[in-house]
């Protein structure tokens, strides 16, 4: 075979190649963002504080539209509760009812609520526990702790968190 021989050119092969590697490149770079951002903008890193957020946020949706019931299952993750409420009786309706209406720590009636920004608490390199920051009726910050073992709520968190809204 003489230089003169020589099979054609095929870019094929170094097209491809170019495309697997710049498809490469932008997804490790989707992912550092994504990663970043979401511990940046304080839902944790790869937004997965989100479901707990939206616990939260559901579970003050109840509360303004004063469905106490509702709020409990929420509370502690067990939408059918009224088929055992025996499993609650440390923590039965009527308390937590009167946790968050006469008792609470807004100290008037659940009017507004803004779920701000979470973070991720606890030991473990993923933590045990995120603690969600709410801004109610425009003026007061609680904290609501969410287990992530059962999904359970808890107030107030171990911690306040830091932050300008």
Request: aromatic share 12%; no cysteine; net charge negative.
């Amino acid at each position: 075979m003489s230089l003169l021989d020589a099979p054609a050119y095929d870019p094929a092969p170094d097209r491809r190649k170019r495309n697997l590697l710049i498809g490469s490149l932008t997804t490790i770079l989707v992912l550092v963002l994504l990663t970043v951002g979401g511990y940046a903008m304080g839902h944790g890193w790869l937004f997965t504080n989100l479901p707990a957020e939206h616990r939260v946020n559901t579970f003050f949706n109840a509360l303004e539209a004063k469905d106490y019931s509702k709020a409990y299952g929420i509370y502690n993750n067990d939408s059918d509760w009224q088929q055992h409420p025996g499993k609650y009786s440390d923590y039965p309706l009527a308390r937590f009812t009167e946790d968050w209406t006469t008792e609470s720590p807004v100290k008037a009636p659940i009017t507004s609520h803004h779920v701000d920004i979470s973070r991720t608490d606890g030991s473990g390199m993923f933590g045990t526990g995120i603690i969600v920051a709410v801004h109610v009726n425009g003026d007061h910050k609680l904290f609501m702790y969410v287990i992530k073992a059962d999904g359970t709520m808890t107030f107030p968190a171990p911690h306040i968190l830091e932050y300008n809204p």
